[in-house]
């Protein structure tokens, strides 16, 4: 009930955030009708390239539909072959071929074990003779694995295929290329520089008639070429970055050894040991498995666990690990699978819309719609002036004499107008806006797996930098996930490990249940090397700690033969397993949180091996020693066991639902495990402290070492701290959802929590405001890190269903690369803030600037060419200079960025019309002042009214050049601080201005424009040179702290009615 009534709360909440405006969506779970309505409202030039980086629609229901396609084909095969089953038994399946004799030296061929996986064929495998026969046939071992030698991996290669399968190619630089030409703008200036050509050479004649022509067309190859090249080289990183998400790397026994390999390198043979929150790597049987659940419903569509025994054995790719381990023998890879169809048949697509990406479609929307309007108004201005003959060349003389001038000329000048009016859309239209985010989300990645993490979901990129808290794991995340048991209690006295011997009662009977109850293995070399202890860092600690008891692994195994298992639980915290001893004597050990295994004994073991009854007296005594140690942040882990009678077993048939009894448990020993904190997490938590980020540890660890952890780790500075600051998992989840979002706030640990008390706590968070990222390892984390906003799983310790239900995946494992993961979030953010700020001053510069002048004079001082060089400017190579800014520490000595805080700010608004009226200020200045001003009165009126053109178009240009720095520091003074470390920037800026050198001196032919003198230049430079010390002065005038839209809506209040509407929808939300 509690649930329904916090999401359904939620919904409402999400619903009227997304009704504030079309542009805005969600980080997660937008709707389809939400994504196709904000693309309905943007004003777009061209649609293939705005939209290239966002969802398909229409792919992903083409993909859905194949999917439901290759579900619908299992269930038909799986069917026929139930119905086939049922009535011929005792006949020989009519698919399989009489020999079966394999390729390559193996018994068996692709095709036959390929037929039997896929269609789960029981008869086919009996008939090859079960796991045994297919052992044999497969050259292979289920104890030791294959060789794991180049040659024999080769020949299984050749013989049954890889383990991938063929990628749709990525587009070719020529389709990117394509897409860059069908901007509606740059079409129309393509055909009127083919009329002005043509136009043109009758005219004027070929020798002086092709340049105005070919200069347009020039400059706008050039746009699309530099478009082409920018969007070619994000999608390259894109690529690379998927392929990294699909390589999962998974443990093999090869050589009787367990290692890590790439799941492209498995082959038909290998031995696959399988645990919860894995991926089925490839298709296959199952060799042994204890309460083996495995969730089918990616391939199935079906939601239901499907059990895995000795009768049911057969394992699809793609599938997970939902319950309990086993290990499983590879019998078919790549496409031979169908999870290998279905990925061959889909290509991976970056199909994902970010709520930054949307905001400013939203932005470049308005500002295009006021660009449309400017440039619609320009051209009627322009047109109707010209025909009433108002409109005059640099040398006076009137452009258009009705009767005189002739239809030729007409055109042309016409369309010389039309160009000017395109191009002014074609600046005023920030199209490279949203893709700005896209750029900067592209290099940030990049960036970001540098640093350890891989980002699954671009949107977590931004809303990482509005993070208020971070709910961290303690295990291997704050610690350095390295454990040794330091100290140990067994037979109720403090041991060290050379004082017992094997032959000892009690040391027996705990090596039996370290060798039997643990998913980890031993593996000794041949050649006396180090023995290899592998699983997760508590099973290797323990097993360690059993060897050195002198435990010999695999003797103590074949000592005895496991019944049942009761996997480790993270609910329960202890897992159990019943193990046959000899004739009728039956063992049940149990081991896990030492305080847990402790309240389920009655008896206690002396060092004699004499059974104690577990007094009061005695509890209090071993629960002092849990104390201690706990205290000493040491993990504490007890085992016990339980003799039990053979008899009470149920009979292998109906021991898959049997529970293990855990009462009446007899305790053995508790032990201490260290597990370090890591170097730098104390510097870490700090600078998260500063950045206005609350870190929260949430730990399945007992309350004490907890608390122990986190005063080390500088999580919690008072050492007397007590709840609800520190708090046990039940007690949270004992309290209403009303109180739990109140103690929430002042939580800072939660000790012995379980998966659900997470997600208690996020919801709670959130609820109360707050943007969490939460991390993450486990299966059971997986609605936790589905439910924050950005969820954070471990790339060593996670599971695959962590990882694939997270946003990102912490590739080392350590707090301080989630700190790293924070840095970028918000340098994402500033970088758009930049490049926004950049952007609209260029766009309300030239736009007043042409208009002015477009009215008063008929003639515009920046033509067609000369605006697509300031639009190049201004759009890919601002776009690649500011968005690329890698992050700067003061990004964390701000508070995080509010989710609804408005795109562009006070300070940016100061800092964009302080910049946009001085440049409108002096241009305009020189448009109407600017022969007096230049000194050239006396010269030639035409050769005088180009000088005074280029003259502005060039301080135009540097204007921007000078302002890209400013840009960079929108807040602080220091404007050049890092500016050295960023050499894309400052490839760009020097490209910009030996570039704008060349139009200059060399290309005045194709630009209009004609050489400067080196006084012009040093006057040019030096207004120009003026934007630093005016943004200086800039920054020094105070802003307020509302924003400008609420202070203007303040100013006009708002209607009773509307109010009224306002609360009652908060009070429903509320409800």
Sequence with gaps: MERRRSSSGEGSADRRRSSGSIFEIPPKGATIDHLQRWRRMAIVLNASRRFRYTLDLKKEERKEELRRRIRANIHVVRAAFRFQEAGKRHVRPKSLP????????????????????????????????????????????????????????????????????????????????????QDLTLVILMVAAVISLVLGIKTEGIKEG???????????????????????????????LNEEKQNIHLEVIRGGRRMTVSIYDLVVGDVVPLKIGDQVPADGVLIS??????????????SKLVRKDQKSPFLMSGCKVADGYGTMLVTAVGVNTEWGLLMASISEDNGEE??????????????????????AAVLVVLIVRYFLGHTKNADGTIQYIKGQTSTKQAVNGVIKILTVAVTIVVVAVPEGLPLAVTLTLAYSMRKMMADKAL????????????????????????????????????????IDNSNKSNSDPIVSLLIEGIAQNTTGSVFIPEDGKEIEVTGSPTEKAILTWGLQLGMKFNEARQKSSILHVFPFNSEKKHGGVAVHVDGTEVHLHWKGAAEIVLSCCTNWLDSGGSTKPMTPEKMEEFKKMIEEMAAASLRCVAFAYRPFELEKVPKEDQRSDWAIPENELVLLGIVGIKDPCRPGVKDAVQLCFCAGVKVRMVTGDNLKTAKAIALECGILTDPEATEPTIIEGRAFRTLSDAEREEVAEKISVMGRSSPNDKLLLVKALRNRGHVVAVTGDGTNDAPALHEADIGLSMGIQGTEVAKESSDIIILDDNFASVVKVVRWGRSVYANIQKFIQFQLTVNVAALVINVVAAVSTGNVPLNAVQLLWVNLIMDTLGALALATEPPTDSLMNRPPVGRREPLITNIMWRNLIVQAFFQIAVLLTLNFRGRNLLGLDNDNAAHAEKVKNTFIFNTFVFCQVFNEF????????????????????????????????????????FTSTVRLSWKLWLVSLGISFCSWPLAVCGKLVPVPKKPFGELLCSCFPKKKDDVEMENKESSNDAV
């Design 289 to 302: 498995g204890h309460s083996l659940s495995i969730d089918e419903s990616s391939m199935t569509g079906e």
């Design 455 to 494: 980002v699954r979901r671009l949107s977590a990129c931004e809303t990482m930098g509005s993070a208020t808290t971070i709910c961290s794991d303690k295990t291997g995340t704050l610690t350095l996930n390295e454990m040794t048991v330091v100290e140990a209690y067994v037979g109720g006295e403090k």
């Design 98 to 181: 009489e020999g079966y004799g394999g390729e390559n030296g193996f018994g068996i061929g692709e095709e036959q074990l390929t037929l039997m996986t896929r269609e789960h064929n029981y008869s086919a495998m009996e008939e090859y003779g079960g796991i045994k026969g297919l052992e044999t046939m497969l050259k292979t071992d289920t104890e030791k694995g294959i060789s794991g030698d180049e040659s024999d991996l080769s020949n299984r290669k050749t013989a049954f295929g890889s383990n991938t399968y063929p990628r749709k190619k990525g587009r070719s630089f020529l389709v990117f290329l394509w897409e860059a030409c």
């Design 354 to 375: 970010t709520p930054l990406q949307v905001r400013l479609n939203g932005v470049a929307t308005f500002i295009g719609a006021v660009g449309l309007s400017v440039a």
């Design 210 to 240: 092709w340049y105005d022509g070919a200069s347009i067309a020039f400059a706008v190859i050039l746009v699309i070429v530099v478009t082409a090249i920018s969007d070619y080289k994000q999608s390259l990183q894109f690529q690379n």
């Design 966 to 1005: 400013n840009s960079r520091k929108p807040e602080e003074l220091n404007i050049f601080e890092g500016f050295l470390r960023n050499h894309l920037f400052l490839g760009i800026v020097g490209i910009t201005v030996v570039l704008q050198v060349i139009i200059i001196e060399f290309l005045g032919k």
